[in-house]
């Protein structure tokens, strides 16, 4: 059974920075594309990060775009979101998503599997 864990979340004041991880167990992270998404109190899912399975290509969100960084940690098994800069309009629960041999699409429906999310608090 495949199961994703995120963690890293918490609480930080506006302009600080936090680095989320997923790990997995039941699979190797090195054959799925991972996506990051987001979902805040009230709003849909969105697209935060992805990268693709290969490690060759990742793409962001453009309100993100900058201030977070995708990337493999091979070591630890691990693919993390380093989010620096952070916004109170980052306020969200944060989610990793895996696709099998995926490119690291923005949609959310070639993700197989997801986590349960991990809680990200910006205070200004």
């Known amino acids: 059974q495949v199961q994703l864990v995120e963690s890293g979340g918490g609480l930080v004041q506006a302009g600080g920075s936090l680095r989320l991880s997923c790990a997995a167990s039941?699979?190797?992270?090195?054959?799925?594309?991972i996506g990051w998404f987001r979902q805040a109190l009230g709003k849909e899912r969105e697209f935060v990060a992805a990268i693709s399975w290969s490690g060759g290509r990742d793409s962001y969100a453009d309100s993100v775009k900058g201030r977070f960084m995708i990337s493999r940690d091979a070591a630890k098994k691990t693919v993390n979101l380093q989010m620096n800069s952070l916004k109170p309009e980052d306020t969200a629960v944060y989610y990793c998503a895996a696709d099998l041999l995926g490119s690291g699409t923005y949609y959310v429906d070639p993700y197989e599997y997801w986590g349960q999310g991990t809680q990200v608090t910006v205070s200004s």
């Open positions: 039941g699979v190797t992270l090195n054959n799925y594309a």
